[in-house]
């Protein structure tokens, strides 16, 4: 709110947030924009018991799988993509925790 209403110039939340209030600004007359470059990197992840070792590996052909046929994809435009409110791109990708490169937050 205290963007739409110039208090302030700017403001740090989650994507589907600011997707929300970009896409609402463009027909409010105070069109936002928001930057591409994340500031945060936020994996999303599956938390299970340890020492499951068949589980963890029927997860993760499962969500690879999926993600190579293209159904997260499909599930993405369906609740987030091109026709729906937020008009979300999904440009993330399916893969094992040891290739992501990020610097975890104090």
């Known amino acids: 709110m205290a963007v739409q209403q110039n208090k302030v ?4 939340a989650n994507t589907m947030t600011i997707t ?3 896409n609402e600004s463009k027909s409010a007359g105070q069109p936002l ?3 591409e470059e994340p500031m945060v ?3 999303i992840g599956i938390g299970m018991k ?3 070792p068949a589980l963890l590996a029927k997860v993760n052909e499962t969500l690879l799988a999926l993600d190579q046929a293209g ?3 499909q ?3 369906k609740w987030l993509g091109p026709n729906t409110e937020l008009k979300m791109t999904r440009s993330d990708k399916v893969v094992p925790l040891s290739e992501l490169k990020f610097t975890s937050l104090p």
Not at 9 to 12: N, Q, S
């Open 20 to 22: 929300k209030l970009v």
């Open 9 to 12: 110039v700017g403001i740090v």
């Open 71 to 73: 159904e997260i994809n």
């Open 41 to 43: 990197l936020q994996p």
């Open 33 to 35: 924009r928001m930057i």
């Open 75 to 77: 599930l993405w435009d």
């Open 50 to 52: 340890k020492d499951e």
